[in-house]
């Protein structure tokens, strides 16, 4: 209930910014991103005694990414404010990269006066319109009267199913007008509404499948983070022997420590991964949508196994790689049927872990020393693989790692370890650059007492940097971590292998001196350019509560590997940098495993 309101006086006429802020209430909604507008105003009037924190950023894209942010490492809606025009229409980055992701967004905008809708009127743009295709469901509030039942309903949609990002647009004459509100009720703790399309046969015949592999894969997605079914992944990798590797989406869901963890697989996996799902006979998919980043050339992806998929989104459902058995519907509803058929069998005495399944991962384990990922460790230059080992193993045990999008995003997935879910934030399907800083912003909202970096390009950093006004203005204690190559490292990378060294506008030379940068918003700063500096360096930098940056100058030559070229198979896989050329070789043979 708002501070100061009674909203149980029979008869009492609210605002709709009032009956709005009271909805936020009862969904217990924290804290909001967002930055004020005309069509707003009386929505931030009501907003000065609500009770509820709202924190001011410097771009509208920074309050969508915040939301997202605080919503991957809560599990709960993350919520986002802006005015109308062009404060909506800066939030769509965000809200799309929320809906590639599955993440549950509420995004909250303004929009003019009903009585001007569609006559051009200042600031106006069709924000249900332009946001259709990238929110689940986009609303426009008519009336005061009907804001309770419209954000009961755009909360409940952005959980259930598979979640995204809903839209709520709110006209400035709905804001001020009044109405006798009337609250839907809201039960305590319910889990979101999945729908379940599988039957008992359907898991008789998954367990049977799984009982008859002997080189079975578990691929794991998002999914089973979102579901909260880590406990029975983890339970079912255990109870049959079957290794776990992960999807970008998917780290945190399995501990990357745990003996049965391949890592992640794909354009950038673990040449264990993805000689696995190559040698397969069984890949079970778990919250995941065989995207092209994990399959490679989809006609030779896991081409020798057989598929079941577990997947709460029907649509996902033989959308890229045919499958022989679906399970559609909650993972951690649907992990349990089958848990509980798999121990009914092994009472009955049936073996669940066979010597060929422990043959299978002694396998594995050959192909994981035979090409670990590993970089140059003696070299002088500061390497960007030992920054963020050192920062992983420097974290506290449930730290969160918030990254921007380019070669640092995949290093991070590669080197640091993650043990626990909700632990690691990405732009996986969207790839915007600009994520990291904002996103690591709203997971420090969410747990004000756990560490949290952001791992960041010079590129990506310079599309949000602004916000440090926002973690020094609200003591936001973010951490930020600038991998600086003084390029596109990605782009660079692609046209030196594949462009024949053609580059072209890569260059962010003429980048600010982030340590100065930060120093002059009132932020800690340092540079790091020795390997030497590194472990004390990234030690002080974790050892306070403060928001802090350090810039490490890395190696601005180093790429990432392995790399499946695009068009190739994971078979294909190039594990690590070309040799240099010499007459008798081929280019076949340097690209070869």
Same mark, same amino acid.
């Given at each position: 209930?708002?501070?100061?309101?009674?909203?149980?006086?029979?008869?009492?006429?609210?605002?709709?910014?009032?009956?709005?802020?009271?909805?936020?209430?009862?969904?217990?909604?924290?804290?909001?991103?967002?930055?004020?507008?005309?069509?707003?105003?009386?929505?931030?009037?009501?907003?000065?005694?609500?009770?509820?924190?709202?924190?001011?950023?410097?771009?509208?894209?920074?309050?969508?990414?915040?939301?997202?942010?605080?919503?991957?490492?809560?599990?709960?809606?993350? #919520?986002?404010?802006?005015?109308?025009?062009?404060?909506?229409?800066?939030?769509?980055?965000?809200? =799309?990269?929320?809906? @590639?992701?599955?993440?549950?967004?509420?995004?909250?905008?303004?929009?003019?006066?009903?009585?001007?809708?569609?006559?051009?009127?200042?600031?106006?743009?069709?924000?249900?319109?332009?946001? @259709?295709?990238?929110?689940?469901?986009?609303?426009?509030?008519?009336?005061?009267?009907?804001?309770?039942?419209?954000?009961?309903?755009?909360?409940?949609?952005?959980?259930?199913?598979?979640?995204?990002?809903?839209?709520?647009?709110?006209?400035?004459?709905?804001?001020?007008?009044?109405?006798?509100?009337?609250?839907?009720?809201?039960?305590?703790?319910?889990?979101?509404?999945?729908?379940?399309?599988?039957?008992?046969?359907?898991?008789?015949?998954?367990?049977?499948?799984?009982?008859?592999?002997?080189?079975?894969?578990?691929?794991?997605?998002?999914?089973?983070?979102?579901?909260?079914?880590?406990?029975?992944?983890?339970?079912?990798?255990?109870?049959?022997?079957?290794?776990?590797?992960?999807?970008?989406?998917?780290?945190?869901?399995?501990?990357?420590?745990?003996?049965?963890?391949?890592?992640?697989?794909?354009?950038?996996?673990?040449?264990?991964?993805?000689?696995?799902?190559?040698?397969?006979?069984?890949?079970?998919?778990?919250?995941?949508?065989?995207?092209?980043?994990?399959?490679?050339?989809?006609?030779?992806?896991?081409?020798?196994?057989?598929?079941?998929?577990?997947?709460?989104?029907?649509?996902?459902?033989?959308?890229?790689?045919?499958?022989?058995?679906?399970?559609?519907?909650?993972?951690?509803?649907?992990?349990?049927?089958?848990?509980?058929?798999?121990?009914?069998?092994?009472?009955?005495?049936?073996?669940?872990?066979?010597?060929?399944?422990?043959?299978?991962?002694?396998?594995?384990?050959?192909?994981?020393?035979?090409?670990?990922?590993?970089?140059?460790?003696?070299?002088?230059?500061?390497?960007?693989?030992?920054?963020?080992?050192?920062?992983?193993?420097?974290?506290?045990?449930?730290?969160?790692?918030?990254?921007?999008?380019?070669?640092?995003?995949?290093?991070?997935?590669?080197?640091?370890?993650?043990?626990?879910?909700?632990?690691?934030?990405?732009?996986?399907?969207?790839?915007?650059?600009?994520?990291?800083?904002?996103?690591?912003?709203?997971?420090? @909202?969410?747990?004000?007492?756990?560490?949290?970096?952001?791992?960041?390009?010079?590129?990506?950093?310079?599309? =949000?940097?602004?916000?440090?006004?926002?973690?020094?203005?609200?003591?936001?204690?973010?951490?930020?971590?600038?991998?600086?190559?003084?390029?596109?490292? @990605?782009?660079?990378?692609?046209?030196?292998?594949?462009?024949?060294?053609?580059?072209?506008?890569?260059?962010?030379?003429?980048?600010?001196?982030?340590?100065?940068?930060?120093?002059?918003?009132?932020?800690?700063?340092?540079?790091?350019?020795?390997?030497?500096?590194?472990?004390?360096?990234?030690?002080?930098?974790?050892?306070?509560?403060?928001?802090?940056?350090?810039?490490?100058?890395?190696?601005?030559?180093?790429?990432?590997?392995?790399?499946?070229?695009?068009?190739?198979?994971?078979?294909?896989?190039? #594990?690590?940098?070309?040799?240099?050329?010499?007459?008798?070789?081929?280019?076949?043979?340097?690209?070869?495993?």
């Amino acid at each position: 209930m708002i501070p100061g309101i009674r909203v149980t006086q029979m008869g009492r006429l609210f605002s709709g910014s009032e009956i709005l802020l009271e909805c936020l209430h009862r969904e217990k909604v924290e804290v909001v991103f967002g930055l004020p507008g005309g069509a707003v105003l009386p929505l931030y009037d009501a907003l000065y005694s609500a009770g509820i924190r709202h924190l001011l950023v410097r771009h509208e894209q920074a309050a969508a990414f915040a939301a997202d942010g605080y919503a991957r490492v809560s599990g709960k809606p993350g #919520v986002c404010l802006a005015t109308s025009g062009p404060g909506a229409t800066n939030l769509t980055t965000g809200l =799309t990269s929320a809906m @590639m992701d599955s993440i549950p967004v509420v995004a909250l905008t303004g929009q003019v006066p009903l009585s001007l809708v569609g006559k051009d009127a200042f600031q106006e743009a069709d924000t249900i319109g332009i946001t @259709m295709p990238c929110t689940k469901q986009s609303f426009m509030a008519r009336t005061a009267a009907e804001i309770p039942e419209i954000i009961h309903r755009a909360f409940k949609t952005a959980v259930s199913g598979r979640p995204g990002p809903v839209l709520v647009d709110l006209p400035k004459s709905v804001l001020v007008d009044k109405a006798d509100p009337s609250y839907p009720e809201r039960p305590a703790d319910a889990r979101p509404e999945r729908a379940r399309e599988w039957s008992e046969d359907d898991v008789r015949h998954a367990a049977e499948m799984i009982l008859e592999s002997h080189q079975a894969v578990l691929y794991v997605g998002g999914g089973v983070i979102a579901s909260d079914a880590w406990q029975e992944l983890r339970e079912l990798a255990e109870l049959v022997h079957i290794p776990v590797t992960t999807t970008l989406m998917g780290l945190g869901a399995f501990p990357s420590r745990h003996p049965l963890s391949l890592g992640m697989l794909g354009m950038h996996g673990s040449y264990a991964a993805n000689t696995a799902i190559c040698s397969a006979d069984l890949l079970i998919a778990i919250g995941a949508r065989f995207d092209d980043r994990v399959t490679g050339r989809v006609k030779d992806f896991a081409s020798r196994a057989r598929k079941i998929h577990f997947d709460v989104d029907p649509s996902e459902v033989n959308k890229n790689v045919a499958v022989d058995l679906a399970l559609v519907g909650d993972a951690r509803e649907t992990l349990q049927a089958l848990l509980a058929e798999l121990k009914r069998r092994a009472k009955s005495g049936v073996a669940l872990a066979t010597p060929e399944r422990d043959h299978w991962l002694q396998r594995i384990e050959a192909w994981r020393a035979q090409h670990p990922l590993t970089y140059d460790k003696y070299s002088h230059a500061v390497k960007p693989q030992y920054v963020l080992e050192t920062i992983s193993n420097c974290l506290e045990e449930r730290g969160i790692i918030a990254v921007d999008v380019g070669q640092h995003q995949m290093w991070s997935a590669q080197f640091c370890r993650f043990n626990y879910p909700r632990t690691w934030l990405s732009s996986s399907g969207l790839g915007t650059m600009g994520y990291g800083f904002p996103a690591a912003m709203g997971a420090q @909202m969410a747990f004000p007492d756990r560490q949290v970096v952001a791992i960041v390009g010079d590129g990506g950093f310079q599309m =949000t940097l602004n916000d440090l006004a926002t973690i020094v203005q609200y003591r936001v204690p973010v951490k930020i971590a600038v991998i600086n190559n003084r390029s596109l490292g @990605m782009v660079r990378q692609w046209q030196e292998i594949f462009f024949e060294k053609r580059f072209c506008d890569i260059d962010l030379n003429f980048a600010p001196d982030f340590a100065k940068l930060a120093e002059s918003y009132g932020i800690r700063g340092s540079r790091v350019d020795h390997r030497t500096d590194v472990v004390d360096a990234v030690r002080d930098f974790l050892s306070d509560r403060e928001p802090r940056l350090i810039d490490f100058w890395v190696d601005p030559a180093e790429n990432v590997y392995p790399i499946v070229p695009p068009g190739a198979s994971l078979a294909e896989m190039v #594990v690590e940098p070309p040799r240099v050329l010499v007459e008798e070789e081929s280019l076949d043979d340097l690209w070869a495993v």
